[in-house]
């Protein structure tokens, strides 16, 4: 992870953890999903949606080809150079939207994308996770902060 925690960026504290909930994350409801929700109202995490983050044209911008293909190929191993999906083409841009804003986790409700997160990790230093995953992580990283 990331541990070297973040110099103030965007309203991000130096000791917070920047966690962006990919679309389908912020509609759904689970305990852990409240859980890191409570824990950006107590201001120890920033808890952002990616569509939030990717909303602007400045910071689509911000990605530069090499990202967005490195995030798509990481996303999608199996694809074979076709026309890619609009579903899947907006997935890889919310990701490397949250990469180059230097996020630590990107939570997802989608296993195809949680299952990557080992070699996702390796090129971009971000977690992509399932909830219970993220929330784990998080309070792993807040107690190792204490």
């Not at 929700?37 to 530069?64: F, H, P, Q, Y």
């Amino acid at each position: 992870m990331t541990s070297q925690m973040h110099e103030t960026v965007g309203g991000h504290s130096p000791h917070q953890l920047l966690v962006v909930l990919d679309s389908e994350a912020s509609a759904a409801q689970s305990r852990e999903l409240a859980q890191l929700r409570e824990l950006d109202r107590d201001g120890l995490i920033r808890l952002v949606d990616s569509r939030a983050v990717a909303s602007s044209a400045d910071d689509k911008a911000d990605v530069d080809s090499g990202l967005y293909e490195l995030v798509y190929g990481l996303l999608h191993p199996d694809h074979d150079g076709g026309i890619a999906t609009v579903e899947a083409t907006q997935k890889a841009m919310q990701v490397a939207v949250a990469v180059r804003q230097g996020a630590d986790v990107f939570v997802t409700v989608d296993p195809r994308i949680s299952q990557h997160d080992r070699p996702f990790e390796r090129e971009t230093d971000m977690h992509l996770m399932e909830p219970v995953e993220a929330l784990e992580l998080v309070m792993q990283e807040i107690n190792d902060a204490d």
